[in-house]
């Protein structure tokens, strides 16, 4: 896995641990609230409800997304679930903020709480104050606003996942891939290791160093005479296959008397 990869896969990892801790104090604080209303046999509101399901939807949500990024991170079909996912929790997260507005207020003085009105010194049904009460509010949230921009985020480096993904399946150009090259998955011990080519087999074995025995320097078809053996003897080229002398017999030029 290349190092952008690797960044990449263990940087999605952590933001999903950071939602899913926000989604477990969310759930963990309305559970307190739900149990506390159902306890004294008061009216549950829906908002509350919905509060609860969503928070636990995403604790489930980025559990399997901390194990499906580690082990299946980048694959494309299961980046766009993700992405589409991720998109919905947005959504879902901006109604928590909206459900727990009341806790941007200050805790002072008359709270409006999920457990009811009361001034913030007076004791509230459970343990602690209205006061105390409020600030669990506040703490939801404040992780409600927080966990928007968190899976906004998540959905943008998915996205980068499933590219990078992709790169890292194209070996070479080639029509599949649009004639573009992409990093491949290769040995790590293979990756940096350059390739070394030669200009001409017979000089292969012998480049940088003198001629070995037995070398044999090429030349051309069309040789003449003169440059023929180095140039030291004058002698004629033999005729080629076409020109006229070419499978006769030589013949002595010498005269007997």
Known sequence: MALGGAILR????????????????????????LAVLARDNIHIPVWEKAVEGIAGAAVLYTIFGVLFTLFLGGITIFAFIAIFLDICFVGAFAAVAYYTRHGANACKGVVNTPLGFGLSSEAAPGAGDWGYVCSLNTACFALAVL??????????????????HKKEKRFGPSPKNNYTKGTGRRPFWKRNKKVHSTRDAEMATGAGV????????SHETHMTGSTMHGGQMPMAAEPKFGQPGYGQTPYNHKTTF
């Open 10 to 33: 263990f940087g999605q990892t952590g933001l999903r641990l950071l939602e899913f801790a926000s989604a477990a104090i969310i759930l963990g604080i309305y559970s307190y609230f």
């Open 147 to 164: 966990s928007i921009f968190l899976f906004l985020i998540t959905a943008v480096v998915q996205l980068l996942l499933a590219r990078h």
């Open 210 to 217: 003198a001629p070995a025995a037995g070398y044999r320097p």
